[in-house]
């Protein structure tokens, strides 16, 4: 259960004078439309925590990063960015954000396989995922959101073609890991169906509780 979480993580040398830090790392998963990244970025400002968002990892890699001209390559071409490649600019990340009183990891893992490199990485740093946070949101009402935010973001993928194809990945891909972190107890589910702020009042209820 969530009561039995540990409230804060010791990292060991992870200053230059090897004073210890005490961190908070969480997930937010959810199916595409859910609003991961609205209440990632309020989560992150409430708690003054890295808001590790893949989607803007990539874009700020490809602008001026020295993975961007791989990651672009992949993109070009049409094919997914590879596993080696998604784990290495989430690392460079953490290892920035050590300073910081914790993550919160949005759009990523993706895939099993990222989780458990996730898993490795934080481990060799004494840190560990302390909550999941899982936007639970049924396929319809994610439709009409994302169909609704097409008319104004101006993002080529909020067209049906692509939800439908991201849905697919997201149960073959992504469902899996919640089982992962299940078997640890540490996943807890937030009713997405309702509006922003009262998703936000539920997340705000649990992490309160624990941070």
Do not use: C, W
């Not at 954000?97 to 004494?126: T, V």
Request: charged share 25%; no cysteine; glycine share 8%.
């Amino acid at each position: 259960m969530v009561e039995q979480l540990p409230l804060k993580q010791t990292v060991a040398g992870s200053s230059p004078a090897g004073r210890t830090k005490n961190m908070f790392n969480l997930i937010i998963f959810g199916p595409p439309g859910a609003g991961k990244g609205t209440q990632a970025e309020i989560i992150a400002q409430e708690f003054n925590l890295v808001h590790l968002s893949s989607g803007a990892l990539l874009r700020q890699e490809l602008d001026n990063g020295e993975l961007g001209a791989e990651i672009k390559r992949y993109q070009d071409a049409g094919e997914l960015v590879p596993d080696s490649l998604m784990v290495t600019m989430i690392e460079k990340a953490i290892i920035k954000g050590l300073n910081k009183p914790g993550f919160i990891f949005d759009g990523y893992p993706r895939n099993l396989n990222q989780a458990k490199s996730l898993d490795e990485f934080l481990n060799k740093n004494s840190l560990e995922i302390a909550l999941v946070l899982n936007l639970d949101l049924n396929k319809d009402e994610a439709v009409k959101r994302i169909m609704l935010r097409g008319q104004t973001s101006g993002r080529s993928d909020d067209n049906i073609t692509t939800i439908e194809n991201r849905f697919e990945t997201y149960q073959k891909e992504t469902i899996p890991i919640l089982d992962y972190y299940q078997t640890r107890n540490i996943v807890t589910n937030i009713n997405g169906q309702l509006l922003i702020p009262e998703v936000t009042e539920q997340i705000m209820a649990v992490l309160k509780k624990l941070i």
